[in-house]
């Protein structure tokens, strides 16, 4: 399957501080990017949909100005957990949908396990 | 409100027996459906997706859709304890995919 890999894979971080996660469609163009987040024995919550080139379109409930979302290239998207505090902790994942077939698939990242002290 | 519903389980089956896992979902324009399926601890993995009514086979999965019900299942024949995970429900629409909350699976050797 397609390949889409997120970086870091696990961060621990202090309250306060502010989290970068990248994710990379590594052998397809991914026009669209999607960012999840997953709570222990949760579904997957989605909170943004991003397009390479502009703003993402957030979830209702997602603050837009603390998960910040670039989608910068067809290759690479972020997502910044900005002032993270204990909460925030979680599983983010990111996927990604655009040329490979089929199109109209989302293929997953690896996820990245947050935890913030 | 676009709605994917999944019975969140568990299901225990035996090891060798057939694993049905069913969804419904709300949005009759609904084209696209998927499978994925998502281990403890991990992200989801697709497994099959489906566009025409009717049976779509891959090795031991086959993958069942119904529109005019609004139903789609997934079997999963010869099951094996390595099976056993969470298998999330999908559909998409307008560019956007609906996840069902997952059905837990257990394959009991």
């Known amino acids: 399957g397609a390949v889409v890999s997120q970086h870091p894979s696990w961060v621990i971080c202090k309250s306060g501080t502010s989290v970068k996660i990248e994710c990379r469609s590594l052998?397809?163009?991914?026009?669209?990017m999607f960012w999840y987040r997953q709570f222990p024995k949760q579904s997957l919550m989605l909170m943004a949909t991003s397009n390479e080139g502009s703003k993402a379109t957030y979830e209702q409930g997602v603050e837009k100005d603390k998960f910040l979302i670039n989608h910068a290239s067809l290759t690479l998207s972020t997502l910044t957990v900005t002032s993270a505090h204990p909460e925030d902790s979680s599983f983010y994942i990111c996927s990604a949908g655009g040329t490979r077939e089929p199109t109209d698939t989302q293929y997953f990242g690896p996820g990245t396990r947050l935890t913030v002290l | 409100q676009k709605e994917v519903e999944q019975n969140s389980g568990p299901l225990s089956v035996p090891e060798g027996a057939i694993a049905s896992l069913n969804c419904t979902y709300s949005d009759r324009g609904s084209q696209s459906f998927f499978w994925y399926r998502q281990y403890s601890g991990k992200s989801p993995e697709l497994i099959m997706f489906i566009y025409s009514n009717g049976d779509k086979e891959d090795g031991r999965f086959t993958a069942q859709l119904n529109k005019a019900s609004q139903y789609v299942s997934l079997l999963i024949r010869d099951s094996q304890p390595s099976d056993s995970a969470t298998y999330l429900c999908a559909v998409e629409g307008f560019n956007k995919f609906y996840f069902g909350s997952g059905t837990k699976l257990n394959v009991k050797p």
């Open positions: 052998d397809f163009q991914a026009t669209t």
